[in-house]
């Protein structure tokens, strides 16, 4: 096995094994700790595609900013048993259907997908890197990409709504 | 044959991380002795004096007190998080020194070596990005503190780090646009000659605004005074170290110093020319001595900022937490907006992009 493969094994385990670890830990702050681990496994992978840009803005934007704004709301719950809310079943359900139907999509979208490995340009093995991703960005998906910066300005813009005690 | 190549080259990184190790916990040990020194000259005391010649040996006093005091761990806490928390603060610190370039390309017996551990080409992001994680090892430890002053600590640190990061963020956007990379070596070496095209070189002189704003979210990411509000002892007893004992508070207290000292160099490398003397290659041109000197002319300048920082810590106040509030999302992240767009119509009117 080369140096890559060897990588990819150990990186692709740490992924799976924390992602199951972040749904069977008791206590949510270990679920949001083993999900830290598992966005440094996937920025691994990003590194070892040679998109070293991604991989850095995954860490900054994901396990720098997002997770800890998750572990400062997991912080201020209650996390005791008696104040656990109530789940009755028709929600238990309703989740197994999502998450099943996430499954078949992602089952669907895979399984015609190749595992040899195909001959790549160079051009296309570096698009990760930040001149190319910036290049491709903004010339060949400039529309995509500013309906979701509006997208996401819009969610802000709603956050703070809801965030934002009302006056009467 | 690429052997023959290689492993000089992995010997030479070794050996440049070692001294890179050992500058910064040297610079950091002697921080704690010059903090005290400081505070007494600022309060016309003499400050320590006792262990050696001026005190000197102070640092390796504090040290061994540290390693002797009795390690308390809290029976209801969590034992794996507790430990882990000073060590990620530690080991955020000390990752950060691989991308600062300490010197220009140094030959030695012919053969030339840069002066930096690696230079990525995101170097600057790199940065951000162990900045963003350091957050962890306050966190984790106030909460595995179990202790209500530790975690209100902890939450404090993640609040005023996320804050402040997005103004320090931009900033650092504003000086990519400006240099056009983000290479950490590449953008000292744009700033090498003191006058270039008639004006300073340095970035500071090109835009000082960005520095200022620079400056401002460092003290606060390194929890210095006046934003150290996560271990403010008048509120929150100790903040999140207040479980710490023995050297586990001691890699807290010495991750700050480091971080200091880093944040200092970041400095210098993106505002003040990096390891640029003026006028230095007139007088040196040896391509031994002047990498050399340069690197000395590097460590000054980020030994002035330490002695910044401190000279803020002894005659600022604290703030209050709205007023931290306030100042990073009402005042820092406009002004850091409106700075990056005055940038981009500058540059594009004086035709630089």
New interface residues.
Partial sequence: MTVTQILFVVLSLMAVLSGLFTIFSKNPVFSALWLIVAFFAIAGHYILLNAQFLAVVHIIVYAGAIMVLFLYVVFMINLNKETEPNKPAWVRIAAVISGGMMMLTLVAALKGASLVPQNKSAEALNIGLASNLGKVLFNDFLVPFELSSVLLLAAMVGAVMLGKRQIH | MLLAVLIPMLAYKGILVVIVFAISLGVAAYSTYAERKVSALMQDRVGPDRAGPFGLLQPLADGVKMFMKEEIIPNVSNKF?FILGPAISMMTALLTGAVIPWGPDITIGGNVYPLQVTD???GV??L??V???G??GV??GG?ASNNKFA?LG??RA??Q??SY?VAM?ISVITLILLTGT?STAEIAEQQQGFVQDSWLGWNFFKNPVTFLIFFICALAETNRTPFDLPECETELVGGYHTEYSSMKLGLFLFAEYINMFISSAVMVTFFFGGYSAPFLNRFVTDPFWFPMLSTLVFLGKTIFFIFVFMWIRWTVPRFRYDQLMNLGWKILIPLSIINLVATAVGMWLTGKI
């Fill in positions: 998080l990525v080409n995101i992001l790199y951000l990005g900045v963003s994680i957050v962890y966190m984790i909460w975690l902890a939450l993640s609040s780090m996320i990061e963020g983000m």
